[in-house]
């Protein structure tokens, strides 16, 4: 099977998109230097009103933006017509200088909770997806030990996602994603649905694995101080339709403390974005 074909399987199950694999297959041509390119992206399902309104947005190589906003903003829809699960009604999106058509290679995607296979382990979850990028058995193998053990599960390979907790079976999510090697990660509030402990260590473990293999990562999110402690750039939409009313670039080195005064500064500003303050521009 192809990554295609994975994707097609993940994104099929019901009742909504979970946890699981999606890659993007691109043509055309874009500028230098820019992993996505999204330019006057507009989105609506038959003769409903527009859920997106002309996205433009360049997200750099190896950059971890925040997608922020209330629920309906169309944050899903837009990570959604990255992946290719989804064509845009207007404007285009390009990854690695090349026009997003469909579901293809080049990107993991991890969604809201578990669509692990329940019938594989842990270790066979995050082989699967390394046997469909073409390796050889005994290499898959190989792969989805060295990744159990980058997310933290070296000695849960065996257990079936049953005998996972909640926030292991992100850890195993994540890691089938990467089996891919893709190029850009899409996340989906992979961390949602955790308590807010585990969805802590879990952003914690997050950042100690792009660290350990950076890729391009677009991180959809309702929790501002999730996008503040993660991200390097955050870019607010508002609602009905979702359109980008604010982006903020954070130069603070990581690990940072939520006691930290310049993003609680920042918190507030983003906060008055989401009421209706529109703050508008970058900085």
């Known amino acids: 099977m192809t990554d295609a074909t994975v994707s097609s399987m993940l994104a099929a199950e019901p009742p909504k998109p979970t946890n699981g694999i999606a890659a993007t297959e691109n043509m055309g041509e874009s500028r230098a230097g820019a992993a996505i390119e999204i330019r006057s992206v507009s989105k609506r399902f038959g003769d409903e009103p527009r859920v997106l309104d002309s996205i433009d947005l360049t997200i750099a190589d190896n950059e971890f933006v925040a997608l922020l906003g209330r629920s309906g903003c169309g944050k899903t829809t837009l990570l959604n017509i990255i992946a290719g699960l989804l064509p845009a009604s207007e404007g285009d999106v390009r990854v690695n200088g090349k026009l997003v058509t469909g579901p293809g290679g080049g990107k993991g995607m991890v969604f809201q909770q578990g669509a692990l296979f329940p019938w594989l382990t842990a270790q066979r979850n995050v082989e699967f997806a390394a046997l469909n990028r073409g390796l050889k058995r005994a290499d898959a193998a190989s792969l989805a030990t060295d990744l159990l053990a980058l997310v933290g599960l070296a000695d849960s390979g065996q257990k079936y996602p049953f005998e996972l907790s909640g926030g292991m079976q992100q850890r195993v999510a994540i890691a089938r994603a990467l089996a891919l090697d ?102």
């Not at 949602?192 to 890729?215: P, S």
């Not at 979702?242 to 670039?249: A, D, F, P, Q, V």
């Not at 609680?264 to 508008?280: A, E, F, P």
């Open 182 to 283: 893709p190029d850009v990660l899409l996340m989906d509030e992979p961390f949602g649905a955790l308590d807010e402990l585990t969805r802590n260590e879990m952003q914690d473990e997050l950042l100690r694995v792009w660290a350990a293999r950076r890729k391009t990562v677009v991180f959809v999110t309702h929790s501002i101080w999730e996008a503040l402690i993660l991200a390097d750039r955050i870019v607010v939409l508002a609602q009905h339709p979702g359109r980008i009313i604010l982006e903020r670039k954070i130069g603070k080195e990581r690990p940072r403390s939520r006691t930290d005064i310049e993003l609680l500064r920042l918190y507030d500003t983003i906060w008055g974005s989401l009421q209706g303050g529109d703050t508008g521009g970058s900085a």
